[in-house]
């Protein structure tokens, strides 16, 4: 599976939204109603994983607003790809660094899903650890049906 290391997000020139005139809570729900979308944070400090009810969804997990179980979740990521996230997650937190890498997940259906994790390790007054997103490739598009009470003919 790929792996890449890059340049911490803070780092990067952000992109002006001012004109446009959207805010961060209207992007959060546009990307969550495109597709499973889930955010997460690892405490360094405590070791605890919390996650977004889409990440529990990802991994088939029920979802819980504490930590997540990491042996359950684990357990659904493909044997050859548990070292490389425990790989990944040092690395960041060793050089504070950001990263991306896709990995497989049971989909509970006898086979495999791709998953991305983007992330990257934040060392601030917001006390540290590891943040990032989680996505699957294969699409699962959420559908939303607007009816306006009119039938058309």
Not at 12 to 41: C, N, P
Not at 68 to 93: C, G, Y
Request: net charge negative; charged share 25%.
């Amino acid at each position: 599976m790929s792996l890449r290391f890059e340049q911490p997000v803070i780092d990067k020139t952000e992109q002006s939204r001012t004109h446009i005139g959207i805010t961060d809570a209207e992007i959060v729900q546009m990307l969550a109603a495109y597709r499973l979308f889930g955010f997460w944070r690892i405490d360094i400090e405590t070791g605890h994983f919390f996650a977004s009810e889409d990440v529990h969804a990802i991994f088939a997990l029920p979802y819980s607003d504490g930590p997540v179980n990491l042996t359950e979740l684990m357990s659904r990521i493909h044997e050859e790809d548990r070292s490389l996230i425990a790989q990944t997650f040092k690395e960041a937190s060793r050089h504070g660094g950001g990263f991306h890498f896709v990995y497989r997940v049971d989909n509970r259906l006898g086979g495999y899903k791709l998953v991305r994790g983007v992330g990257r390790f934040r060392d601030d007054e917001s006390r540290g650890g590891i943040v990032g997103v989680t996505y699957e490739f294969v699409e699962k598009l959420r559908v939303v049906c607007v009816e306006d009470g009119t039938i058309s003919g």
